[in-house]
C-alpha cells in the first residue's frame, strides 16, 4: 500500500478512470492509511517550496505567485488580523491557474480570532456543509450557539455525545460541488466579517 501514492500521484492519468474522481481515491488512500505509514512523495510541501529545484514526477511544479502589494493598505490589514502584503509569501502551482497558497499572513493571535468566525459564521446557512446530508436546515442552524457551551466543558468523556461542530468536517463558500450530480452551483454568500481583532 506505501507504493500506491507513488501510482496515485498523477491526477491527470487519475482522473481518466471511470467512475472514479481523481480527489475521492487520493482522500481514501491518506484517510485509509494508518498514522505514519503513508507514502507522502507526492504530497506538495510548500514550506519547502523555495528550495525545490525540480518537482518529483506527477507532481506540479511550486512557482511564487505575485501580489500587487498596493491593492490591500497595510493599516486595512492591520484592521482585520493580516501582516501587510509586502510579507506574505504566496505560491501558485503550473498548470492550476487560480490556484494560490499563502502560508499564514496573520498577525500575531490573530489566527484564533479567524478560526472562531470561520466556526461561528461560515458554518450559517445559506453555506453546504458536510452535515446537510444528515439533517435538517432547522438541526443546522447555528451550529455555534448549539455547541459552544458542550466544547466549553472540561469534562471530556466518551460517553458524551460528540457537538455538531465536533462532527462538522467542512463547509463550502462560493460554488458548492455536488459529488452526485457532479455539477457546481453558486451559493448566495455574505461575505461580511467583523473587522475587529479579537472579541465575541
Not at 47 to 66: D, I
Not at 80 to 85: D, Q
Request: hydrophobic share 35%; net charge positive; with cysteine.
Amino acid at each position: 500500500m506505501g507504493k500506491m501514492a507513488a501510482a496515485v500521484a498523477s491526477l491527470a492519468t487519475l482522473a481518466a478512470e471511470p467512475r472514479e474522481d481523481a480527489f475521492r481515491k487520493l482522500f481514501r488512500f491518506y484517510r485509509q492509511s494508518r498514522p505514519g505509514t503513508a507514502d507522502l512523495g507526492a504530497v506538495i510541501d510548500f514550506s519547502e517550496a523555495h528550495l525545490a529545484r525540480s518537482p518529483k514526477p506527477g507532481v506540479p511544479q511550486v512557482v511564487r505567485f505575485p501580489l500587487n502589494v498596493s491593492s490591500v493598505t497595510e493599516r486595512d490589514a492591520e484592521r482585520v488580523g493580516l501582516e501587510p502584503v509586502s510579507k506574505w509569501r504566496a505560491y501558485g502551482l503550473e498548470g492550476y491557474p487560480g490556484f494560490i497558497f499563502i502560508p499564514n499572513p496573520f498577525l500575531p493571535g490573530c489566527q484564533r480570532h479567524w478560526v472562531k468566525q470561520c466556526l461561528k459564521l461560515y458554518s450559517q446557512k445559506p453555506n453546504v456543509c458536510n452535515l446537510d446530508k444528515h439533517m435538517t436546515k432547522e438541526e443546522t442552524q447555528g451550529l455555534w450557539e448549539q455547541s459552544k457551551e458542550v466544547l466549553r466543558s472540561k469534562e471530556v468523556t466518551k460517553r458524551r455525545p460528540r457537538s455538531l461542530l465536533e462532527r462538522l468536517r467542512w463547509v463550502t463558500l462560493g460554488y458548492h460541488y455536488n459529488w452526485d450530480s457532479k455539477s457546481k452551483s453558486p451559493l448566495p454568500v455574505d461575505f461580511r466579517v467583523s473587522k475587529q481583532k479579537q472579541g465575541s
